[in-house]
């Protein structure tokens, strides 16, 4: 009997810890949710505006381009991969870990892309073109993946709802 209630006490311990750490998620995710992605979205949309400017059918000249990569986009690109980074420095949930860093590899791979753009302007090199746009598609696939990571976070603890 008295084995019997020393686990009963136990398993109560337990869920109750249970309840505690899916708390500290949940709370974890919500911050992240609420300001760390909202102040690393306004400085990815203020880089990808600047690369917007210059490309597709904004572009106007290599000079054009590559003045607003060194001057504003690579500048930028670095100081989202410098944020993203200190920010995996202070999360100690392991699920958020995972997911941030699936953005931390987004910004690293875009911004080794401009480097690579701004090579293959300078040297008129199309293997640098193609290596550029080979990591432009792996950021936009990391950038995938951490939407769909994140919302499944959100999905777990029920933000949505709130």
């Keep these: 009997m008295k084995k019997l209630c020393s686990i009963g ?54 000079n054009t381009l590559c003045m607003e990569l060194v001057t504003n986009t690579i500048p930028m690109a670095d100081g989202l991969v410098g944020a993203a980074s200190v920010i995996t420095e202070t999360i100690t949930n392991e699920e958020l870990l995972e997911v941030h860093e699936l953005y931390v590899s987004y910004a690293t791979e875009f911004v080794d892309a401009l480097r690579l753009l701004l090579k293959a302007v300078d040297e008129q090199d199309e293997t640098y073109t193609r290596a550029a746009n080979e990591k432009l598609g792996n950021a936009d696939t990391y950038a995938k993946e951490f939407r769909a990571g994140l919302q499944e976070l959100k999905e777990k603890y029920k933000l949505e709802e709130e």
């Design 9 to 62: 006490i136990l398993c109560a311990l337990l869920l109750g810890m249970a309840g505690c750490v899916d708390k500290e998620a949940k709370e974890a995710v919500k911050t992240y949710v609420d300001t760390t992605s909202v102040s690393l979205k306004e400085q990815e949309q203020r880089m990808l505006a600047s690369y917007s400017s210059v490309i597709g059918m904004n572009y106007k000249d290599d």
